[in-house]
T-cell receptor
Framework: GAVVSQHPSWVICKSGTSVKIECRSL??????MFWYRQFPKQSLMLMAT?????????EQGVEKDKFLINHASLTLSTLTVTSAHPEDSSFYIC???????????FGQGTRLTVV | RKEVEQDPGPFNVPEGATVAFNCTYS??????FFWYRQDCRKEPKLLMS???SGNEDGRFTAQLNRASQYISLLIRDSKLSDSATYLC????????????FGTGTRLLVSP
């Protein structure tokens, strides 16, 4: 199946710093990618839809200035958590589809710990 | 009311048991339905798509009931390796898979 690669797998950062997470589609082009967040023992919550060449679409309650999304190419979307705080500690996962109405493939996820 | 609801469990069953999970969704416009499996600290992986006619893949059977707005997953002859969290997901008819997930149901299969 299609491959979506996410990097880094885990990261620890200090409060107030920014962290960038990359999501790459390795064997297909993705004009749209999705970013999810999952807190312990909770479900995956959609944060935003990343659109190649245009602004991301954020879900209600997600701060666009805090979670910066850039989708500059057909194979790469990045999520930057700015001025991270301990409450941002979570599991962040991206997904992408090889085409319309096809299965969604997920990245391996990034476990962010803010200390 | 949550868009997608599941019993969080855990469901503790012995090997060989049959176990069923249900998931309800609130938006009647939902078009696509899926069951994902998620192991601890890993990304979700697609287990099955769910069709109105029902579908089966080995020990796993998925059903969709549009009238009552729920989907189900049946696992027969449970294996230890089936221990995981099972997430149902719903797509509101967007071409790309913008999925709304349930909280997941945790299954523990014991020897």
């Amino acid at each position: 199946g299609a491959v979506v690669s996410q990097h880094p797998s885990w990261v620890i950062c200090k409060s107030g710093t920014s962290v960038k997470i990359e999501c790459r589609s390795l064997d297909f082009q993705a004009t749209t990618m999705f970013w999810y967040r999952q807190f312990p023992k909770q479900s995956l919550m959609l944060m935003a839809t990343s659109n190649e060449g245009s602004k991301a679409t954020y879900e209600q309650g997600v701060e666009k200035d805090k979670f910066l999304i850039n989708h500059a190419s057909l194979t790469l979307s990045t999520l930057t958590v700015t001025s991270a705080h301990p409450e941002d500690s979570s599991f962040y996962i991206c997904s992408a589809n090889p085409g319309l109405y096809t299965e969604a493939f997920f990245g391996q996820g990034t476990r962010l710990t803010v200390v | 009311r949550k868009e997608v609801e599941q019993d969080p469990g855990p469901f503790n069953v012995p090997e060989g048991a049959t176990v069923a999970f249900n998931c309800t969704y609130s938006n009647s416009a939902s078009q696509s339905f899926f069951w994902y499996r998620q192991d601890c600290r890993k990304e979700p992986k697609l287990l099955m798509s769910v069709y109105s006619s029902g579908n089966e893949d080995g020990r796993f059977t998925a059903q969709l009931n549009r009238a009552s707005q729920y989907i189900s997953l049946l696992i027969r002859d449970s294996k230890l390796s089936d221990s995981a969290t099972y997430l149902c997901a719903v797509n509101l008819n967007t071409g790309f898979q913008k999925l709304v997930f349930g909280t997941g149901t945790r299954l523990l299969v014991s020897p």
